[in-house]
Structures are given as C-alpha cells and as structure tokens.
C-alpha cells in the first residue's frame, strides 16, 4: 500500500504470490494467521445476460431473485436476507468502495461486466491500515485476484476486507455484490 | 390383437461404435459387421408381412453407431422399406447418433430425406469428456459439437439425450447455459443405468434421490421460466401420464406390451420389449432373441413358448408393480430390461431405472403443478 493525499491506496507493482502467500487463499493458513480462505465460483452465461437485457428494466428484482437462487442451489450459505447491489465503477481507479464501513462485508462479489475485474484483498484488520499500524506495515502484501466475466468470488465470514481495483480497465467495471441485510424483519407470529 | 401394433423398429445397421462411452450398455461395440442388404429385404418383408404394423411406426437406426455406414447404405435401405410397405403406412425414419461423423455429404442426405436426428451430447465439455470417449480414453465433446454445428449450419433440425450422471446432477444450470448457447430446443433426458455389461452406476447411493430431484426441479424451472424456453421430453411425456393417470384408460408401456417395440441386430434376429434386451445373455433366460426375420415369421414366433415365457414373467412383474407401486398409474410397470439387469429377473419390482426415471419426475412434475403459479406484479414506475 502506499500513502495518497488522506489515503492508502494499493501499489501498482503487483507481483505473483509466493508459496506462501499462495497458502493463505485456501485452508493452509499457519496458526494464528487470518486466512484470505476465499472461493472461485462462476454464474451461468444466462444469468449475466439476464443482467444485460434488464439493466434499463424492470426486471432488477427478477434478476437479483434468481442470483440467489443459483447461489443457493450451489449451497452457499446465504442469509435469510441479503441485500444486492451492482456498482458500477469508472476505469483507472484504485479503489472502488465495495466494502464500505457503514455496510456489512460482502460474503459474494461477481463481474457482470464484459471485461475482467480485479479484487483487491487484505486479511489485516481495519485498524492496522490506518496511522502508525500502517507505517509499521506497509510493506504487508494485498492479493490482486482476476475475476472474468461472469466469476466471482464468496468470502465465509473471516474478516477479509476486499475491494475493486480498475487501473487496468478500459471498460466501466460492472460488479455485484451480496452482502447479509441489515434490515430489521418483525416476527411475523 | 394380442400383439403390437408396432410403434418402434429398432435397427442395428453395425454394432460397431467408434466411441467406448463408459456407460454403454451394447456388449458388442468392437465388432465392425455391417447389416446386408438381404438382411435388410427380410427385415421389411417379414415388418410388413406381420400384423403388427396397423399405425404408423418409427424406424430408428441405432444400437451402434448409424454414421459409421455412409448415406448410401441408408438410400438403399430406405428403398427397401418403401418397396415393402405396401399399403403405404407411414414411417418416419431416425437416427440416434453421436454426431462425431457428420459431415457434408451427411448434410446433404439429412436434408434430402425427412429423418428425424437425436444427437447424444453429455451438455458442456466438463461433464460430456467424463463418460463420452474413445477407446484410448480422450474426450469426444469437441467432434460432438462439430457435428451439431454442422447440422445446424444446414438447418438440419435435431433434438439431443443427454445421460444424467453423478456428476450431472450440481450443474443444471450450467445444462442449460449449454444448450442455449448451441441453439439446442429439445433435450430428453436418461439417467446411467445398469444394463448389459455397465454393472454400476454413479446414481446408485443412497444420497442420489433428493440430489436428483433437486436437480431436476431447478433445470425445468429454467426450462421453462428462463430466457429461452426448452421442450423437455421426460416433462412432456409424465405431464401426459398425470394427465391419463386421473382417467379410467389402461396403464401400459411400450416396453411391457409384446412386440410395440421390435428390435433388430445386424444379423436379423429380433426381439421385443426393451431394445436394449436384444444381445443380452441370462441365465434364466437365455438370450432373448426370439428368432430370425430371413426364418421365422412372426406368426410362429407369436406362439413360440419361448415368447410365452418371456411375457409371462414380465406380465408377472408389472402385475408386482401393480399391487405394490404407488406410482404405478404413472408408469406401467417399468422397463423390463432395468429389473432384469438389476435384480436378475422380470418378475421384480422397484429398480433404481424407475426410482429415478420415473418417481422423482412424477414427484417433481406434481409438485410443479401443485405449486401455486406466481401472481403477475405490476411494473415498478422507472
């Protein structure tokens, strides 16, 4: 990471992982390391179409309807209630706000657009980016994951913060995420 | 009429397949013999001469890969047919094939004669490359899609089958995505079976039930309800068995009505009920060819007390079916050929061929038409 004007960005001088880096993202994290522990998956070509022939309809809700659906039928374990969102963002950004303090962690991100996306991710906790914690570790490694139209990525709940990255992008990033809803449902007994 | 009328020819024109499918059930795939043209002139005199044939029937090529013979065998045994059916039944000729083989002159002959065309197509590379391959074990999907992109570059229309396996059953919707990308409109669906020398099947353990159901709820959801509509045979075919199932009509099949379905190998000898009977071996029984069309008409076979026994026992085994099968009034008393391969006799009942096959579709059918259809909502206002 790097110090921008009040911000920490991510660097451009991405690198493969090492071994051990490589380790974090599945389930050989050593002990008392946070895993990244993140899963691939893919929707169907006609599902991200669906996107597509809505996105200026009315079919947003059909559409977010049979997201979850598939996920489910995949056996993700999803919240009762979840909230979707599509956020669309502009090219050459280094962060695209996809994990937002005010809003709970995404467990499900997917690029619905028609050129690869990029997750920046980080298993440091929130307070060690931020003033003296982060001069201590700057040098503490991000992963950068591709995702092609139509993959995605599910987060268990471990304390993974992600986030877009669109330097390499010549098309708006289009990306889905899902996260457990906030909202308060009354016991309907 | 005790017997027929015939609604399905099975013939093998070779039982030579170039594919080695791991779930195949033909025993003789290897062997390259071909039917001969005297063959093919008793197969339709004795068809014609029988009384069997009071409807129209369909003719289908199968039981070995048809392509491996070129058109020109086919323009002469569509010649024969025609000359022997004299009172001009119709017919309709098809061909169950891998497609591996299709090329321009097939093309042209497809599209010169009305032949109905069924390509075997797994779905999408990862599953299809996992059974369907050839005798060094390499995938075939790529030379499948060859060929269906060819017929369907010809305007050559065709439906496919598709094997249901193990590994199917957590991927509906990618079937899907696959079918549409390729333009494919109707799909039948089996499920691997244990038949002939396929002992085992991946869909025989105890959790394959629900998956299965599972599965199958959420492709016709698809199906039905996702950007292209698909015709689903098995769909078809159980919503008109629910249907008939609510009406005093006689419950039969096909395989369990003597001679509805007559089977034919390469060398002429027939059999009926289930195709895939032809070319078995049992113990109880033998095997199951009850003669030769160059030497047996069927008026002597009809009462030949090899038939007799035969039918006896699969009689016995859907009357089993009758008494002990709730799903009976949809099915009929299964298919002769699973109980026999499964449990080693026609007088039986369940197999995992109608646990699957035909349980969980009436299952997952009915409940698709029980549940409540979802009540248009207005649009929002942009």
Same mark, same amino acid.
């Given at each position: 990471?790097?110090?921008?004007?009040?911000?920490?960005?991510?660097?451009?001088?991405?690198?493969?992982?090492?071994?051990?880096?490589?380790?974090?993202?599945?389930?050989?994290?050593?002990?008392?390391?946070?895993?990244?522990?993140?899963?691939?998956?893919?929707?169907?070509?006609?599902?991200?179409?669906?996107?597509?022939?809505?996105?200026?309809?009315?079919?947003?809700?059909?559409?977010?309807?049979?997201?979850?659906?598939?996920?489910?039928?995949?056996?993700?374990?999803?919240?009762?209630?979840?909230?979707?969102?599509?956020?669309?963002?502009?090219?050459?950004?280094?962060?695209?706000?996809?994990?937002?303090?005010?809003?709970?962690?995404?467990?499900?991100?997917?690029?619905?657009?028609?050129?690869?996306?990029?997750?920046?991710?980080?298993?440091?906790?929130?307070?060690?980016?931020?003033?003296?914690?982060?001069?201590?570790?700057?040098?503490?490694?991000?992963?950068?994951?591709?995702?092609?139209?139509?993959?995605?990525?599910?987060?268990?709940?471990?304390?993974?913060?992600?986030?877009?990255?669109?330097?390499?992008?010549?098309?708006?990033?289009?990306?889905?995420?899902?996260?457990?809803?906030?909202?308060?449902?009354?016991?309907?007994? | 009429?005790?017997?027929?009328?015939?609604?399905?020819?099975?013939?093998?024109?070779?039982?030579?397949?170039?594919?080695?499918?791991?779930?195949?059930?033909?025993?003789?795939?290897?062997?390259?013999?071909?039917?001969?043209? &005297?063959?093919?002139?008793?197969?339709?005199?004795?068809?014609?001469?029988?009384?069997?044939?009071?409807?129209?029937?369909?003719?289908?090529?199968?039981?070995?890969?048809?392509?491996?013979?070129?058109?020109?065998?086919?323009?002469?045994?569509?010649?024969?047919?025609?000359?022997?059916?004299?009172?001009?039944? &119709?017919?309709?000729?098809?061909?169950?094939?891998?497609?591996?083989?299709?090329?321009?002159?097939?093309?042209?002959?497809?599209?010169?004669?009305?032949?109905?065309?069924?390509? =075997?197509?797994?779905?999408?590379?990862?599953?299809?490359?996992?059974?369907?391959?050839?005798?060094?074990?390499?995938?075939?999907?790529?030379?499948?899609?060859?060929?269906?992109?060819?017929?369907?570059?010809?305007?050559?229309?065709?439906?496919?089958?598709?094997?249901?396996?193990?590994?199917?059953?957590?991927?509906?919707?990618?079937?899907?995505?696959?079918?549409?990308?390729?333009?494919?409109?109707?799909?039948?669906?089996?499920?691997?079976?244990?038949?002939?020398?396929?002992?085992?099947?991946?869909?025989?353990?105890?959790?394959?039930?629900?998956?299965?159901?599972?599965?199958?709820?959420?492709?016709?959801?698809?199906?039905?309800?996702?950007?292209?509509?698909?015709?689903?045979?098995?769909?078809?075919?159980?919503?008109?068995?629910?249907?008939?199932?609510?009406?005093?009509?006689?419950?039969?099949?096909?395989?369990?009505?003597?001679?509805?379905?007559?089977?034919?190998?390469?060398?002429?000898?027939?059999?009926?009920?289930?195709?895939?009977?032809?070319?078995?071996?049992?113990?109880?029984?033998?095997?199951?060819?009850?003669?030769?069309?160059?030497?047996?008409?069927?008026?002597?076979?009809?009462?030949?007390?090899?038939?007799?026994?035969?039918?006896?026992?699969?009689?016995?085994?859907?009357?089993?079916?009758?008494?002990?099968?709730?799903?009976?009034?949809?099915?009929?008393?299964?298919?002769?050929?699973?109980?026999?391969?499964?449990?080693?006799?026609?007088?039986?009942?369940?197999?995992?061929?109608?646990?699957?096959?035909?349980?969980?579709?009436?299952?997952?059918?009915?409940?698709?038409?029980?549940?409540?259809?979802?009540?248009?909502?207005?649009?929002? =206002?942009?």
């Amino acid at each position: 990471m790097e110090r921008v004007d009040a911000g920490l960005d991510p660097r451009v001088d991405w690198r493969p992982p090492t071994a051990d880096e490589l380790s974090m993202l599945v389930d050989e994290a050593p002990p008392g390391v946070n895993p990244l522990r993140t899963n691939l998956l893919a929707i169907p070509a006609w599902l991200r179409t669906a996107w597509w022939d809505h996105v200026d309809q009315t079919g947003y809700e059909r559409f977010a309807s049979d997201v979850l659906e598939f996920l489910r039928f995949k056996d993700l374990p999803l919240p009762a209630l979840c909230e979707i969102e599509v956020a669309v963002s502009r090219p050459d950004q280094t962060r695209t706000r996809l994990h937002e303090a005010t809003k709970a962690a995404p467990l499900v991100v997917v690029n619905l657009g028609d050129e690869a996306s990029h997750i920046i991710m980080s298993n440091l906790p929130p307070a060690a980016t931020t003033g003296r914690s982060y001069d201590a570790r700057s040098t503490y490694p991000l992963m950068r994951i591709r995702l092609d139209p139509g993959e995605g990525l599910w987060f268990p709940p471990c304390g993974v913060i992600c986030d877009g990255w669109t330097r390499e992008k010549r098309e708006l990033d289009v990306v889905l995420t899902i996260r457990p809803s906030r909202a308060v449902v009354a016991n309907p007994v | 009429m005790e017997f027929g009328p015939l609604d399905l020819l099975v013939v093998q024109p070779t039982p030579f397949c170039n594919l080695d499918c791991s779930y195949c059930y033909l025993p003789d795939r290897e062997r390259t013999e071909r039917m001969a043209v &005297p063959t093919l002139e008793a197969l339709f005199r004795w068809v014609f001469a029988s009384d069997l044939v009071r409807a129209p029937f369909t003719v289908v090529w199968h039981a070995g890969e048809p392509m491996v013979l070129r058109p020109d065998f086919y323009e002469g045994a569509f010649a024969i047919a025609a000359r022997h059916n004299l009172d001009g039944v &119709p017919l309709v000729h098809s061909f169950q094939t891998n497609a591996t083989l299709v090329d321009a002159v097939w093309c042209d002959f497809l599209k010169a004669h009305p032949v109905q065309v069924g390509v =075997s197509v797994d779905g999408p590379a990862f599953l299809h490359d996992r059974y369907r391959v050839t005798r060094r074990g390499a995938g075939t999907h790529d030379r499948v899609m060859r060929g269906i992109r060819r017929l369907r570059d010809n305007g050559i229309s065709f439906h496919v089958i598709t094997v249901l396996t193990q590994d199917t059953l957590d991927y509906p919707d990618e079937l899907y995505d696959f079918y549409i990308e390729e333009g494919i409109e109707r799909v039948g669906f089996n499920v691997e079976e244990i038949e002939g020398p396929h002992r085992e099947s991946s869909l025989a353990r105890t959790e394959t039930g629900p998956r299965f159901r599972r599965f199958l709820a959420r492709f016709l959801d698809l199906a039905a309800e996702g950007p292209a509509p698909l015709q689903v045979r098995e769909l078809d075919s159980m919503q008109r068995a629910i249907v008939a199932a609510g009406t005093d009509a006689p419950v039969c099949t096909e395989e369990t009505t003597p001679f509805a379905i007559v089977s034919v190998d390469w060398q002429g000898n027939f059999s009926t009920f289930s195709p895939e009977l032809l070319g078995l071996r049992n113990e109880r029984y033998g095997d199951f060819s009850l003669g030769n069309v160059a030497t047996d008409p069927f008026a002597v076979v009809a009462t030949s007390p090899r038939l007799a026994a035969i039918r006896r026992d699969v009689a016995d085994g859907v009357e089993r079916c009758r008494q002990t099968c709730a799903y009976f009034r949809f099915c009929g008393g299964g298919a002769p050929v699973n109980k026999l391969c499964e449990t080693g006799s026609f007088v039986a009942t369940e197999t995992l061929f109608c646990r699957l096959n035909r349980q969980a579709w009436v299952d997952v059918v009915l409940d698709r038409l029980e549940r409540p259809r979802p009540v248009a909502t207005p649009a929002l =206002s942009a």
